[in-house]
């Protein structure tokens, strides 16, 4: 697949519009075989909404776990809502995870229009994007039976909260689509 996206964010956009957008074009791009063998479903923006609308965290630092970000659009409309909620949000950490590497580049730029727009709003924005598999990465936790332990505050004095609501959201959607 060509890697050239030429699709750029409208003045103002919000980044899971802007998500939304990408996702869309890509799933364009590519064959429902394709979609079909990378277990993909690109979540529509009004269900990342009403997932996000679920949240009730108040703080001021968050860490979040995005396992299968595709164009990020969950993440995206989550802090959306996390910043519209929390006025004094300082910063922000996102670990994603992503299998196709055609989708890295729309993943990333995702990202990156989000970090402008949350900088433009004085947070800190910090992702690191693997190209990877989140359950096969941590498949010896997993399989020790220490899952909880991955989503566990850290112990610090720090007021950072590992929010382990996403990935909850996410894995129970995806059993249910999946049936």
Not at 27 to 50: C, D, E, S
Not at 157 to 172: A, C, G, M, V, Y
């Amino acid at each position: 697949m060509n890697k050239v996206i030429n699709i750029e964010p409208i003045y103002q956009e919000l980044p899971s519009a802007f998500a939304d957008r990408l996702g869309i074009y890509y799933t364009q791009q590519v064959t429902a075989k394709h979609k079909k063998v990378n277990g993909q479903f690109f979540t529509p923006a009004p269900i990342a909404h009403l997932l996000a609308s679920y949240c009730d965290l108040i703080k001021t630092h968050i860490r979040i776990l995005d396992p299968g970000c595709g164009t990020a659009i969950l993440s995206c409309a989550l802090i959306e809502y996390l910043v519209r909620i929390q006025p004094k949000m300082d910063q922000i950490d996102i670990v994603a995870y992503e299998t196709d590497l055609d989708l890295i580049p729309f993943s990333q730029k995702a990202l990156d229009y989000l970090k402008g727009w949350l900088i433009n709003k004085g947070i800190q924005f910090n992702y690191m994007l693997h190209y990877a598999d989140f359950v096969l990465e941590n498949a010896s936790i997993l399989k020790e039976n220490r899952l909880p332990s991955l989503f566990e505050e850290p112990r610090s004095s720090e007021k950072i909260s590992t929010l382990s609501f996403q990935i909850r959201l996410i894995l129970s959607f995806l059993n249910t689509i999946k049936g």
